[in-house]
């Protein structure tokens, strides 16, 4: 299936098609049609979305002058002018770019251009997250306590998950607001232990996750594995 998008032909998302990388990624391209498309079709190959202001793994710039911009918080790839040739290219490498794609380009090598850039820069988690009794399937979304499927809410699913990846870290309430709500000025708001005690509440009605997530008191909340729960 082919979608059109600024006047261009750009191929549309392929289903199960390669290995999908999860990040979060700012798109910094003021193009309409572009923007559109894109904001329609990279949600749907698991990738995040996020506000400048937010935390982001790669920026989508729509010109050289992005790469100065976002470069010290993010790699970055240029989505070239139509009309741009080998020394836009250059110059864009120059100034820092992790890769520079020209318009009109396919949509599905965008995307494999985008997961090659992630797995350069950053280290690739694991497509399941053991922290006994807890397991996480990252590409099902799919979490377990010895065993029993849980039905999460998609936020109590991110909090276990961010808690599962370091178990027996404290983390703060700030950084789990950040990391889970994006929140980058909480302020005063219950809704992190709204969710944490309702998260707390399904562990425990598996009959072998009660006391997993502790609260510790004025900094924040921790999973806890099995061998401290004894």
Aim: net charge positive; aromatic share 6%; charged share 30%.
């Amino acid at each position: 299936m082919q979608n059109r998008a600024n006047g261009r032909v750009a191929l549309g998302p392929r289903r199960g098609y390669g290995r999908i990388v999860a990040a979060a990624l700012l798109l910094a391209d003021s193009e309409p049609e572009t923007r559109g498309f894109l904001e329609r079709h990279l949600p749907k190959d698991g990738f995040e979305l996020v506000p400048a202001h937010g935390r982001f793994d790669l920026v989508l710039a729509g010109d050289v002058d992005g790469v100065d911009r976002w470069l010290p918080r993010a790699p970055v790839i240029v989505l070239g002018r139509e009309e741009a040739d080998t020394v836009d290219c250059i110059h864009a490498f120059r100034r820092g770019c992790d890769d520079y794609v020209t318009r009109p380009f396919e949509y599905q090598e965008l995307v494999e251009r985008i997961r090659a850039v992630l797995r350069r820069v950053h280290p690739l988690r694991p497509d399941v997250v053991d922290a006994p009794p807890v397991r996480i399937d990252t590409r099902t979304r799919v979490a377990s306590v010895a065993g029993h499927r849980l039905a999460l809410a998609q936020k109590e699913y991110e909090l276990l998950l961010c808690l599962a990846r370091e178990p027996d870290r404290v983390f703060t309430k700030v950084e789990l607001l950040r990391d889970v709500w994006n929140y980058q000025v909480p302020g005063r708001t219950r809704t992190l232990d709204s969710h944490a005690s309702r998260l707390r509440r399904k562990l425990r009605d598996t009959g072998v996750g009660d006391g997993l997530v502790e609260n510790v008191w004025g900094v924040g909340y921790r999973l806890l594995e099995a061998p401290l729960l004894e």
